[in-house]
């Protein structure tokens, strides 16, 4: 696998790399998944980003990793049991494959909803999504082989940004569209 630690310009294959992944997540997990979306920067048209494909899944018993575990693992991503985030379980790929991650969060919970708000709010806010990139070509040049530097680095502008898309999504009576898969 090619270096997938760095900050590229958007790429169109991104999201049929994302709705690849989401059907087979779809078939295995059927109505387990209330939602599957694609989330992070490589969701963003414009966006300029780690080539890294984030992926959401929404089920209603997030408690119930039994329901979902294995259906995910069974089409080549692993749960990562050390994640400190207590607000999602987090799978990644196996080994030797292309870089994802799937977050898997409670239908409705602050955390899926915060997710998919920003989200929404850079996809409809060019001079802000324009604004992250800067800031994360910045961050990649100053901390290029320090990734957690480089993840804190980033969380001024990302809560400058959802404290902009909390008012955005006041005005406009913000609710998350219908799932991606």
């Known amino acids: 696998m090619d270096n997938q630690w760095r ?14 992944i989401a059907i087979k997540l779809r078939y295995s997990l059927g109505d387990i998944a209330v939602r ?25 018993c997030y408690d119930d990793v039994s329901s979902y575990k294995t259906l995910i693992e069974k089409i080549g991503f692993v749960l990562r049991e050390e994640n400190p985030d207590k607000s999602k379980k987090y799978f990644r790929e196996i080994p030797g ?14 955390s899926e909803q915060v997710t998919l708000l920003f989200r929404d709010y850079l996809r409809t806010h060019p001079a802000d999504c324009f604004r992250y990139a800067q800031e994360k070509h910045r961050l990649m040049a100053l901390y290029k082989n320090e990734r957690p530097k480089y993840v ?5 502008i ?9 008012s955005w999504s006041q005005e406009v009576g913000w609710r998350p569209e219908i799932t991606d898969m």
């Open 158 to 166: 990302v809560w400058d940004i959802l404290q902009k898309a909390h």
């Open 7 to 20: 900050v590229s310009p958007y790429d169109p294959a991104w999201k049929i790399l994302f709705e690849d």
């Open 97 to 110: 494959t292309r870089r994802t991650h799937i977050h898997v969060r409670q239908a409705g919970s602050f």
């Open 152 to 156: 804190e680095g980033k969380g001024p």
């Open 36 to 60: 599957i979306d694609h989330v992070g920067s490589t969701s963003v048209i414009g966006l300029d980003a780690k080539p890294i494909i984030d992926i959401q899944v929404s089920v209603s």
